[in-house]
């Protein structure tokens, strides 16, 4: 059995539904410090007593190479969402049938983190420092994971000089895509208030339904741009209505929706919400927004062509550079460093029966291994962010 394919059973193995926390960080403790690691764990997010929220553990590892090496980081995440109902087999037994291995994570992200644990077997120590960033709420709320990492590793002066996030980028075959930037995100929740009435008497009452509509209507009619260079053009679409009336003979006293903008560095989360927020009021409604991340490129250069170079020499593939697809923990590491995604196929990543073909586990070890190298091999790392 490969490294890849072995650590990957393991972590599979530990059910780490979001947020994650215990046995999985345990397993990846285990595989790293062999190979020279210093490990921290920490967890965060507990709030205290009477507090809703969960408590999500974190790991960082490192390790260091010759004073003043470059230091590049492999990033990822342990948890995952729920495995859902009508798996052939337990999904949280990793099982192989034929060239494929099942269970939930074999993608997302557990089978990369895996190759990249396997990838540091071929890493000299005196080609510079690796570290690990890893967290267990990447698919959750994402409010105690990666951002208690990056302060962590700001109060500690360890920052990595770049970053390879093993995301799941590869569309058709292992090494067609890589992620060089993503759009931001938005979440606006929007009110309108009335007063409640006799429906045959709306004279005496005020219906916030007309104007939740009218309000909606000029939101869905923007066009926000056309695009860019690198991004597709940002999108606004309508995820919620809300009135809650189970009278037929009442005018209601509230409604609500909710819309989400995926935007391109035209923008800004606060232009955005303040551009949304004065239309709002316009209709006699308010804006509540929740920015969960602000776009970011990572400028085609040295790390993106090494990146490429390695993806290429390993699968003859040369990968399409894309800004596509949602958001990731990638959206806070870009305050970092420059960073880049790369991973396996993610065509059944939050699906029933997720799967990762077996000979590309060892493949992208591979790449990672030519990618760790020529990373800290780079003579320039931060001119790229």
Known sequence: ?????????????????????????DAMEAMLKPLGFDIHRFQRGDGGEGSDEAPVENLFAIRRGPAGSNHLAFAGHLDVVPPGDGWESDPFVPTERGELLYGRGAVDMKGAIAAMVAAMHDVPQDAGTVSFIITGDEEGPALHGTRALIDYMRAEDICPDLCLVGEPTSVNRLGDMMKIGRRGSVNIWLTVEGTQ?????????????????????????LILDTGTDWFQPSNLEITDMEVGNRAH?????????????????????????????????NHGGRALPIISGEPFLTAPGPFSQMLADAVEAETGVKPEQSTTGGTSDARFLRSVCPVIEFGLCNATMHKRDEAVAIPDLDVLAKIYTRAALGALALKTTQEEA
């Open 249 to 281: 003979n009442v005018i209601p006293a509230q409604a609500k929706a909710r819309i989400s903008i995926r935007f391109n560095d035209l923008h800004t989360g606060a232009s955005l919400s303040e551009r949304v927020a004065s239309i709002a009021e």
């Open 197 to 221: 009435g006799h429906v045959a008497y709306p004279y005496l009452a005020d219906n916030p339904i007309p104007k939740l509509v009218a309000m909606l209507a000029e939101l869905d009619s």
């Open 1 to 25: 059995m490969s490294d890849a394919l072995e650590y990957a059973k393991r972590l599979i193995a530990e059910a780490s539904v979001t947020p994650a926390t215990g046995p999985v960080f």
